[in-house]
C-alpha cells in the first residue's frame, strides 16, 4: 500500500502566482518524520524541511510554508509568490518509527512555473 | 557542503551485460542508498548500507546487488541488465546522528537495450 500519496501528477502557473502541493501518509507508529525534497531538472534531490510526528507547527522559511496536520494525516506545501526557478518535481517522504532510516516516497508533483 | 557523486550521468547498455553504478561520499556518512525513479512511481528504494560491508534489501531488489568495500563508496550491480531497468538511478547517504536526512547524488540515467 502507497505510505505518501501526492494526489497533483502536474501543476502549472504563472510567475507569481501561489502554488499547494498536497501530501497525504498513512502510517501506525507514532514517531514519524516527513520530509520535502525539491528536484531540479539538473536531477539532484535537495532537501527541503523534516518535521517530526510531536511538531505540529507550521514553518515558514522565506516563500515557502509547510502545513502539517496529523488529523488529516496531511503535510502539505505552499509555495508564495512563485517563481521560474521554483519549476521542478516535488516529493514528499515519510520515514517511520524512531529508528528507522529508510524513506517512502510519494510520486512527486511537477510544478511548472511559466513567466 | 556534503557531495554525493554519481560516476556517470547518462549510461546506454545492451541486454545481458554487467553493470556497475558507482557512488561516492566525501562526508564520512554510516548511510548510504540506491533508488530507482520512474515516472509516477517516485523513488523505490532497492538497497542500501549501514556499514562497511553490510547490506540491506530495499523494496526492489530482485535483480540487484551492491557492494560496500569503503565507506565512502557504494556501487549498485546489474548482474544481466535487462530492458525493464531502464531506468534512473540514484544514490543517496546519511550521517548517523541525522539517519533520516538524505542526500543525494545527481542521478545516471541507465538505457538497457
Known amino acids: 500500500a502507497q505510505k505518501v500519496t501526492q494526489a497533483q501528477t502536474e501543476i502549472s502557473v504563472v510567475e507569481k502566482e501561489d502554488v499547494t502541493l498536497d501530501c497525504v501518509y498513512e502510517t501506525r507508529d507514532t514517531t514519524y518524520y516527513l520530509f520535502w525534497y525539491k528536484q531540479p531538472p539538473s536531477g539532484e534531490l535537495v532537501f527541503l524541511i523534516r518535521?517530526?510526528?510531536?511538531?505540529?507547527q507550521n514553518e515558514i522559511s522565506g516563500r515557502y510554508s509547510w502545513n502539517f496536520q496529523k488529523s488529516t494525516s496531511s503535510f502539505n506545501f505552499t509555495i508564495t509568490a512563485s517563481q521560474v526557478v521554483d519549476s521542478a518535481v516535488y516529493f514528499c517522504a515519510l520515514s517511520e518509527g524512531a529508528g528507522d532510516y529508510k524513506l517512502s516516497f510519494g510520486a512527486g508533483t511537477t510544478v511548472t512555473v511559466r513567466a | 557542503d556534503v557531495k554525493v557523486t554519481q560516476s556517470s550521468r547518462y549510461l546506454v547498455k545492451r541486454t545481458g551485460e554487467k553493470v556497475f553504478l558507482e557512488c561516492v561520499q566525501d562526508m564520512d556518512h554510516e548511510n548510504m542508498f540506491w533508488y530507482r525513479q520512474d515516472p509516477g512511481l517516485g523513488l523505490r528504494l532497492i538497497y542500501f548500507s549501514y556499514d562497511v560491508k553490510m547490506k540491506e534489501k530495499g523494496d526492489i531488489p530482485e535483480g540487484y546487488s551492491v557492494s560496500r568495500e569503503k565507506k565512502e563508496r557504494f556501487s549498485l550491480i546489474l548482474e544481466s541488465a535487462s530492458t525493464n531497468q531502464t531506468s534512473m538511478y540514484l544514490c543517496?547517504?546519511?550521517?548517523?546522528?541525522?539517519?533520516?536526512?538524505?542526500?543525494f547524488g545527481a542521478g545516471t540515467r541507465l538505457s538497457v537495450l
Open positions: 543517496a547517504s546519511s550521517l548517523l546522528a541525522t539517519k533520516n536526512i538524505q542526500y
Open positions: 518535521r517530526n510526528s510531536f511538531d505540529e
